[in-house]
């Protein structure tokens, strides 16, 4: 049986109709979102359109859309919300790039970038804990930057499983339980992501490699 208040739970909760149970449970996943937001859009179009902005609007659609979730465990919940948060990117990117009749080139020069986001890691500061625990500190100035392109250089499971363990501090079970993964294969993502970021990261950035 899942402990009270597990993700599993939140999400059967959820599909009866607990509207607090639901606030608790996309309240799980808006780090997810964040990175994947941060992923699909380049820095360019970073500048005209807010990952978080894409990731409110997928939480308003999901909440009225949530009767047509047909899954029952939390990766198939996570699959449902990327898919939401996919469609909203692309129409965005519609609606903010190609319909433009200014060029992107010649405005990105004078914009000034999103509040926040100035380093490239305004996501990282909108995720749970992350100015408070000792995860968050260690990714704060400068490593801010390289850690977010190092994870955009990751299979987003690897990616995903990394931010869950090192940036929310959940355990393994938990991670388990969050991705639909059995205990052998969230640590191998976690033991090839650590593998490959240090390739990527200098150690004295990452106190936490």
Do not use: C
């Not at 990751?154 to 929310?168: D, F, G, H, S, W």
């Amino acid at each position: 049986m899942d402990k009270p208040g597990s993700t599993t739970q939140l999400v059967v909760a959820s599909k009866a109709g607990d509207n607090e149970a639901f606030g608790v449970l996309l309240e799980q996943y808006r780090g997810f979102l964040l990175m994947l937001a941060h992923r699909y859009l380049s820095e360019r179009l970073r500048r005209r359109i807010d990952p978080s902005d894409i990731v409110q609007l997928t939480f308003l659609e999901a909440k009225r859309d949530l009767s047509s979730f047909r899954g029952e465990s939390p990766a198939e919940f996570a699959g449902w919300l990327r898919g939401i948060l996919k469609n909203n990117v692309a129409t965005a990117v519609t609606r903010h790039v190609t319909t433009q009749k200014r060029s992107l080139k010649r405005e990105i020069e004078g914009d000034k970038p999103i509040k926040g986001d100035s380093a490239g890691g305004g996501w990282i500061a909108q995720l749970p804990g992350s100015t408070t625990s000792p995860s968050g500190v260690a990714i704060r100035g400068e490593a801010t930057f390289a850690l977010l392109e190092a994870l955009h250089q990751l299979p987003e499971t690897q990616a995903e499983a990394i931010r869950l363990r090192y940036m929310e501090g959940l355990s393994l079970a938990e991670i388990v339980e969050r991705m639909g993964k059995s205990d052998t294969a969230v640590a191998g993502l976690l033991k090839r992501g650590l593998q490959k970021m240090r390739t990527i990261l200098d150690a004295d950035m990452s106190p936490w490699l």
